[in-house]
């Protein structure tokens, strides 16, 4: 294989993030409430449409931010399955946004919400393999960080599950993920 420029790589993947993120917010939709006087009654139906959309582009952030991270040991990319693997990862991407909408149309739905955690599993998931890949391809030989980054596809996995018991415990277990993102490494050992 031709070895593939590092800008190619970085700018595909962002123009994906970009489109991730840009049809998350154009499914906002203005709330109708009917009546004239302010009701936060009138909000609480929306609340399970907010908080999908938090914990979306929180995830989609979380990606992308990650994915540069991980693309600034790389000055080109020399394995096929890498260019692979990051298209998979960029596939769930891509996802997000419909999942979302599916289920803030269809809340409390456990199987919307199982799909929703299906969907961010694949992409935590390839995730992860990307990231093992990118790091073996550069010969590192202590791959850094990867049992912590078995955490998400874990806790996603369980979140897929979950609806079926509580779709409060799915909505909890869908916040873990990133709410370990911002935890400092150091007071989170799992390696």
């Given at each position: 294989m031709q070895p593939t420029n590092k800008i190619r790589f970085e700018s595909f993947s962002d123009g994906v993030f970009a489109i991730a993120v840009t049809l998350l917010a154009l499914e906002l939709r203005v709330p109708y409430l009917k009546t004239a006087q302010f009701s936060f009654q009138g909000l609480v139906p929306l609340i399970p449409s907010l908080l999908t959309f938090i914990l979306s582009f929180t995830?989609?952030?979380?990606?992308?931010?990650?994915?540069?991270?991980?693309?600034?040991?790389?000055?080109?990319?020399?394995?096929?399955?890498?260019?692979?693997?990051?298209?998979?990862?960029?596939?769930?991407?891509?996802?997000?946004?419909?999942?979302?909408?599916?289920?803030?149309?269809?809340?409390?739905?456990?199987?919307?919400?199982?799909?929703?955690?299906?969907?961010?599993?694949?992409?935590?998931?390839?995730?992860?393999?990307?990231?093992?890949?990118?790091?073996?391809?550069?010969?590192?030989?202590?791959?850094?960080?990867?049992?912590?980054?078995?955490?998400?596809?874990?806790?996603?996995?369980?979140a897929i599950l979950a609806p079926v018991i509580s779709i409060p415990l799915g909505y909890v277990l869908l916040a873990i993920p990133p709410l370990f993102y911002f935890l400092p490494k150091s007071s989170v050992t799992l390696d």
């Open positions: 995830a989609i952030a979380i990606f992308w931010v990650n994915h540069h991270q991980l693309t600034q040991m790389l000055t080109t990319i020399n394995q096929r399955r890498v260019l692979w693997l990051n298209i998979f990862f960029l596939f769930f991407v891509t996802l997000i946004p419909f999942v979302t909408q599916t289920m803030s149309l269809n809340a409390p739905s456990a199987a919307a919400q199982s799909i929703y955690a299906l969907v961010l599993f694949g992409a935590s998931a390839s995730f992860s393999l990307l990231r093992y890949w990118i790091h073996k391809s550069c010969n590192d030989r202590h791959i850094i960080g990867m049992k912590r980054s078995l955490l998400g596809p874990t806790v996603y996995f369980l």
